[in-house]
């Protein structure tokens, strides 16, 4: 805990794993932890313990206040918060987060945002409070793209989430390459895929044709079996993917800049497809942006709470 | 055998299963049965003792020959019969089969068609005997649709298969109706999907945006989270895929009649989708037309044979 006493605890706590810090009064991270309990692992709503097991191992003081993002929120997770409708500004989300009752510490569960268009529905729970983090920066307003197993991209105008649409491409991608009739050719083991020329290639293909993007999975393995291309399967089914992704979430966008919230492999190849399709970008780390989000929140939901007056 | 001696035997070797049918010298079907040894569950190259079982329980005469369709002519079945290139003269593809060597019988194996084109690379294998199987009725030209796991839609200009589009529709539906996202609203219990207004609903949109049918995805989680829409999820999803499957086959065809080759419920949803779409649909049984072009196939093969001649 680097001798600082921390001045809340903040969690994002997704569908598969979770992230528990803490926060200075100034935001820093002082310790952090990251454990494989998301939403879909616990059962018997044993929210509670795991979250007090990570806190315990932390350090962390017994009354320390929790503020958590994510599917902790769902209507399946811990304490359903529900979603603030579009248009949602991103500084009142925090006005709607939600008190776990019974727990010994001051514990709130942020909300997520919907879309109720209804040739639009939509919704999204976490990424709320990276964007969050990144209007403290004042590059709140824009298109962000969020990209992972369900990708978002959002527009963000005055401050508020106007209008989003997710793209299950990271789904597609694990469930294609690993359970469909592409899996004998698209193995992981093929080093990054966007670096190879068949990526570009694949993203610039669906770029030019994007409203048939489905009817260019099955070629993957067509130019396998014919050509014996087979060790570019991953390359082209990332690109394809991607590019399709691209290509429907930016249409009449051509001269936006897009602010890409990715790290590490993701963001290579959403940066290599983003230069294929000749768009410009800004790049932000998601964690660092959960973070500030989170923090963000905390001093919203105790405004006048000082680290220092808890020391004991 | 009802009594008649067969002329050969006719055989549909898909990935799955395989169908085998006894065949009279005009073509009459005598006797059948289908085995589920499609390619994927044989090993150790036990095509052949596969095959002599069926054809015992069958009767079937220890010299009747016998010609096969499908994937057992793939690189990976029983013998490779090397693909035809596009384009491929329907009624000269029993030229390029090849004979089972090692077989006390004669065993010929039709060769499937490829289109090498950069582009758009693709692969069939036992559509063609179905198409040919068609041109006997003197419908052979036209747009060609046959739904499946691997939807193909292909161009018959001159008898000749001239282009043609695999859709990995069937497939996808599978994968995102039981292991994706989805899976936890869209189970297969609801029903004939096709005869749902959300079906409906799902194709129109998805033809008035085909750019963004990946995008379509997960909003049939949204609406099912958010207006408890969840009873809806199989049947748009079934009409996402197949609406964006019909708009990327039929782009610049609005006039195009299509010859469907379906039977039960997929030709009952890609009828209703074909009917969204404005477009007129003839209607094809798969089955009649695959015993129809390997009888034709056969007949090819063995011209001078008689079925009488053969009566011991």
Known sequence: MNGLRPFCAAVDWGTTNLRVWLLSDDGKVLDERRGAEGLLSITDRGFGRVLEAHLNALGAPGNLPVVICGMAGARTGWLEAPYVETPARLDALADRAVRVEDAKREIFILPGICQRKKDAPDVMRGEETQLLGASLDGVGDGLFCLPGTHSKWVNVEGGAVTRFSTFMTGELFELLRSRSVLAQFASASHGPAESAPAFAEAVRNVLDDSANAFGRLFSIRAAALLENEGELATARLSGLLIGAEIAAATRGRSNSEIRLVASGSLAGAYAAALEVAGLSKTLF????????????????????????????
Chains 1, 2 share one sequence.
């Open 285 to 312: 780390d998601p964690e660092t942006l959960a973070v500030r989000g989170l923090f963000k929140s905390a001093r919203m939901l105790w405004p006048d709470k000082s680290a220092k007056a808890d020391v004991a």
